[in-house]
């Protein structure tokens, strides 16, 4: 019955169930108790045997003193301990059917065999149940005066003795060991969730990671590029002497750094692009159309479709940071004049389009680049579509499509 291997920790199902079989001791204690008593009563009472009562009530002395010394050890799983403790008192149990051929005192049949399967392991159980057996029906053989008729009587008792020990000791096991292992289940099971929870954690710093760096690419990284330009702008210029156009710049590199900071601190608030702050989705698709045409000098048309329903701050979020990466693109890398920006409101999705007249480009060349990959890592997250047409000299067209 004992449980060897890695020990149970604080706190888990072996513990626990290690914890309630040392809540079941003081039944154990009680039930000796009360059987070893009613021995000793019974000693006393009958007849003294051919060496007297003492050499009995010796020999239960000496049962006692091996269960209290060792014993007790014994039912808190340590092998050896039982072992010892079986060592003893059997011989000793034996001794006084010697000396006493009438004793009662095998009424601690009724702790020691139960005992027996407690404390050892299922195969020494089995055999100590047989040997104990063998001994005391070859006693009881002997002290018959070897008389063959009492042969099967003794037969009967000692195998109906040890069919009943090894189907109650085993069928105790099997309830036992069952518990031991739905407990090592339960235990592996909370490590391989604690296991999981750690990957899940790690996986959700890593996914919280890359939403920063498109946060930063799709925002601040956007806007120093915005502030490079027209800084370069105001600085060309200055030299053709042109006040009044280096002044509209420095004007606009200053507004744009203005919502580039605002965007920064709402990124480390964790809260919605600045651009949807107090207004709707189309109205930042305008605003957002119209600082393009102001910034870039591209000619920025915008268009809505449909109801523009709130859709949630995911799915607008999704929308307009991909907007915001597609008209990065054009002002960067397509030598656009002119974009268009629609916004179609359908029953079942939203479609965004972003479409430029500028030099296109081969999508089987494999171009794209982070900002495609962050426009459909978005994209992915609430369940949307992501598809870009383009062809040298044609211009590219990128289509979003997000459920409702």
Same mark, same amino acid.
């Given at each position: 019955?004992?449980?060897?291997?890695?020990?149970?920790?604080?706190?888990?199902?072996?513990?626990?169930?290690?914890?309630?079989?040392?809540?079941?001791?003081?039944?154990?204690?009680?039930?000796?108790?009360?059987?070893?008593?009613?021995?000793?009563?019974?000693?006393?009472?009958?007849?003294?045997?051919?060496?007297?009562?003492?050499?009995?009530?010796?020999?239960?002395?000496?049962?006692?003193?091996?269960?209290?010394?060792?014993?007790?050890?014994?039912?808190?799983?340590?092998?050896?301990?039982?072992?010892?403790?079986?060592?003893?008192?059997?011989?000793?149990?034996?001794?006084?059917?010697?000396?006493?051929?009438?004793?009662?005192?095998?009424?601690?049949?009724?702790?020691?065999?139960?005992?027996?399967?407690?404390?050892?392991?299922?195969?020494?159980?089995?055999?100590?149940?047989?040997?104990?057996?063998?001994?005391?029906?070859?006693?009881?053989?002997?002290?018959?005066?070897?008389?063959?008729?009492?042969?099967?009587?003794?037969?009967?008792?000692?195998?109906?003795?040890?069919?009943?020990?090894?189907?109650?000791?085993?069928?105790?096991?099997?309830?036992?060991?069952?518990?031991?292992?739905?407990? /090592? &289940?339960?235990? %592996?099971?909370?490590?391989?969730?604690? #296991?999981? $929870? @750690?990957?899940? !954690?790690? *996986?959700?710093?890593? +996914?919280?990671?890359?939403?920063?760096?498109?946060?930063?690419?799709?925002?601040?990284?956007?806007?120093?590029?915005?502030?490079?330009?027209?800084?370069?702008?105001?600085?060309?210029?200055?030299?053709?002497?042109?006040?009044?156009?280096?002044?509209?710049?420095?004007?606009?590199?200053?507004?744009?750094?203005?919502?580039?900071?605002?965007?920064?601190?709402?990124?480390?608030?964790?809260?919605?692009?600045?651009?949807?702050?107090?207004?709707?989705?189309?109205?930042?698709?305008?605003?957002?159309?119209?600082?393009?045409?102001?910034?870039?000098?591209?000619?920025?048309?915008?268009?809505?479709?449909?109801?523009?329903?709130?859709?949630?701050?995911?799915?607008?979020?999704?929308?307009? /940071? &991909?907007?915001? %990466?597609?008209?990065?693109?054009?002002? #960067?890398? $397509? @030598?656009?004049? !002119?974009? *268009?920006?629609?916004? +179609?409101?359908?029953?079942?999705?939203?479609?965004?389009?972003?479409?430029?007249?500028?030099?296109?480009?081969?999508?089987?060349?494999?171009?794209?680049?982070?900002?495609?990959?962050?426009?459909?890592?978005?994209?992915?997250?609430?369940?949307?579509?992501?598809?870009?047409?383009?062809?040298?000299?044609?211009?590219?067209?990128?289509?979003?499509?997000?459920?409702?």
């Amino acid at each position: 019955m004992s449980d060897e291997g890695c020990p149970p920790r604080a706190g888990d199902s072996r513990a626990a169930l290690e914890a309630m079989w040392r809540r079941q001791e003081p039944y154990w204690h009680s039930v000796f108790a009360a059987v070893w008593v009613a021995s000793v009563v019974v000693a006393l009472l009958d007849g003294p045997g051919t060496f007297g009562r003492w050499p009995s009530l010796l020999l239960l002395a000496v049962i006692a003193a091996a269960y209290g010394l060792v014993g007790l050890r014994a039912l808190r799983q340590e092998t050896r301990a039982g072992l010892v403790y079986h060592g003893i008192a059997w011989p000793a149990l034996l001794l006084i059917q010697v000396l006493d051929p009438g004793t009662e005192s095998w009424m601690l049949f009724f702790v020691l065999y139960p005992q027996m399967w407690a404390m050892l392991r299922v195969r020494t159980a089995a055999v100590g149940t047989l040997v104990t057996l063998a001994g005391f029906g070859l006693v009881r053989f002997v002290q018959s005066g070897f008389d063959r008729g009492a042969v099967g009587a003794i037969l009967v008792t000692s195998v109906i003795s040890l069919a009943l020990s090894l189907a109650l000791g085993l069928f105790i096991n099997r309830i036992v060991a069952e518990a031991a292992s739905r407990a /090592r &289940t339960i235990d %592996e099971l909370r490590a391989t969730q604690a #296991r999981l $929870a @750690a990957v899940e !954690r790690d *996986r959700g710093v890593q +996914e919280e990671r890359e939403r920063i760096s498109r946060e930063i690419h799709d925002t601040l990284a956007q806007g120093f590029t915005s502030v490079v330009a027209l800084a370069r702008a105001a600085e060309s210029a200055l030299a053709r002497g042109d006040v009044d156009t280096a002044l509209e710049r420095l004007g606009l590199i200053e507004r744009t750094a203005v919502d580039n900071l605002a965007e920064a601190r709402l990124i480390v608030a964790e809260l919605t692009p600045g651009h949807l702050q107090s207004r709707t989705l189309a109205e930042a698709m305008q605003r957002l159309g119209t600082a393009v045409s102001r910034e870039a000098g591209l000619r920025a048309e915008v268009s809505v479709v449909g109801d523009p329903a709130p859709l949630g701050g995911a799915c607008e979020v999704v929308l307009l /940071r &991909t907007a915001q %990466e597609a008209l990065s693109n054009v002002r #960067r890398h $397509a @030598a656009a004049a !002119r974009v *268009r920006l629609g916004l +179609e409101y359908e029953p079942a999705r939203v479609v965004l389009t972003v479409t430029d007249d500028g030099q296109g480009f081969d999508p089987r060349a494999g171009a794209g680049g982070f900002g495609l990959d962050g426009i459909r890592a978005r994209a992915a997250e609430v369940g949307g579509e992501v598809s870009v047409t383009s062809a040298p000299g044609a211009g590219t067209a990128l289509r979003l499509e997000v459920p409702r």
